[in-house]
């Protein structure tokens, strides 16, 4: 049975939290001296500059509407190895922004829905399942593989450039792969809700 409503929310949820994920790269990049996400737009928080047709939109669409775990990402921002500060290490510091910006996140959204519970049950709801997304969206990206952040953290661990382009060629498969004939989504899953129930946990105390 296709879950429309599950699906909807997810793909809304996505692209609201793209964003500051984008920005995040975006914004440590420029910090490090590499004014390239700046001149192309995406040093900002408007969600058309970072949105990704097929990764934000259409994937994780269809993989929600069958239950086939959740595959999305954002618009990947482009930068120059040359102008970073730090070279390799500049640019794991880029790609972790990211991942680190949804769990910052995912502590403002459950603020959010502590403070609606009782007032605005529905927005609440909407927000405590960001809180779950977002926490999922930062185990999601780190998975060493092209062209998530997790990728470039093999780069800055000074993997041959080769390997890293074979892996490139492959890097929708594999993730395809990992997410419906493995474990891996349900463990992202199930480690999501048990952050989700540690942070409303000490929001309580």
Known sequence: M????????????????????????????????????????????????????????????????????FLGWGRPVQTDLRKLRGGMNGLAMVALAGPISNILFAVVLAGVAAMLRTGAPVAAEFATHGVLLSFYLALFNLIPVPPLDGSKLLLAARIPIAIYNEIARAGFLVLVVLLTATGLGRWMTLMSYQAAATVFRFMQT
């Open 2 to 69: 296709l879950d429309v409503q599950s699906a909807v929310l997810n793909v809304s949820l996505l692209w609201m939290l793209t964003v500051p994920h984008e920005f995040a790269h975006a914004w440590v990049a420029d910090k490090l001296g590499d004014d390239t996400p700046r001149r192309a737009g995406r040093l900002t928080l408007h969600p058309m500059a970072h949105v990704d047709w097929l990764g934000t939109v259409i994937l994780p669409l269809v993989t929600s509407l069958f239950g086939a775990g």
